[in-house]
Every structure is written in structure tokens, then in C-alpha cells.
Nanobody, 125 residues
Framework: QVQLVESGGGLVQAGGSLRLSCAAS????????MGWFRQVPGKEREFQGG????????HYGDSVAGRFIISRDNAKNTVYLQMNSLAPEDTAVYYC??????????????????WGQGTQVTVSS
């Protein structure tokens, strides 16, 4: 079992930036591929970005490619999501998630085994 705790959310103006962090504890962090999702009320969780256990492979959802950057620091057991050029439609609860890395790309919520509690991001116009 791995426990995940997100931080770094908050209120930001349109065009601004935020960096979300997700700290992991429990099992060996470097065994897990990590992902970021977001969710608004009434909708399913939407994939934002994923990163392999080593950090050597990253991939992004269609809506954020070029604006968001996912990274990880295995020495600190932490994964990050740098969000730039934020827009009001980016307002959501953002979740990090972990899954045992078997060498694939993981873009669906059901593929992830462990989830954090989420952090609210609000972008004002």
C-alpha cells in the first residue's frame, strides 16, 4: 500500500501558474508509475499527465499538452505537476495516483491502484 498526499492547490488568476506536489509514503515509490487527474462535479476524472517509475517516460492528456509538466523526484518520494497558462476551465480538484509500473502508458483512472485525497485548484478570470 502507498499513501499519497497532494498539496499546492489554491486560487490563481487566469494566465498564472501553480505547482502541485504529491508526497508518497509506504511502499517503494520508485516501483510506481504516477499520474495526475482532475475532476469537476458531475464529470469523470480526466487524465492530465503520467510519468514512468524512472521518470524517463511522460505523457499528457490532450487538453494540457504544452502547458503542464509532470516530473518526479524519487529521492524525495514526490511527483509534481507544474501548471502554466492556467485558465478558468482548469478549475477542478486535482488528484495524484499511483500504479505498479509494468511498462505501459496509463491514462485511465481504473488503471491506478492508489489515490490521494485531492487538492482544489481555482482559476479566476
Amino acid at each position: 500500500q502507498v499513501q499519497l498526499v497532494e498539496s499546492g492547490g489554491g486560487l490563481v488568476q487566469a494566465g498564472g501558474s501553480l505547482r502541485l506536489s504529491c508526497a508518497a509514503s509506504g511502499r517503494t515509490f520508485s516501483n510506481y508509475a504516477m499520474g495526475w487527474f482532475r475532476q469537476v462535479p458531475g464529470k469523470e476524472r480526466e487524465f492530465q499527465g503520467g510519468i514512468s517509475r524512472s521518470g524517463g517516460r511522460v505523457h499528457y492528456g490532450d487538453s494540457v499538452a504544452g502547458r503542464f509538466i509532470i516530473s518526479r523526484d524519487n529521492a524525495k518520494n514526490t511527483v509534481y505537476l507544474q501548471m502554466n497558462s492556467l485558465a478558468p476551465e482548469d478549475t477542478a480538484v486535482y488528484y495524484c495516483a499511483a500504479t505498479t509500473d509494468r511498462g505501459r502508458y496509463y491514462t485511465n483512472a481504473y488503471e491506478y491502484e492508489h489515490w490521494g485525497q485531492g487538492t482544489q485548484v481555482t482559476v479566476s478570470s
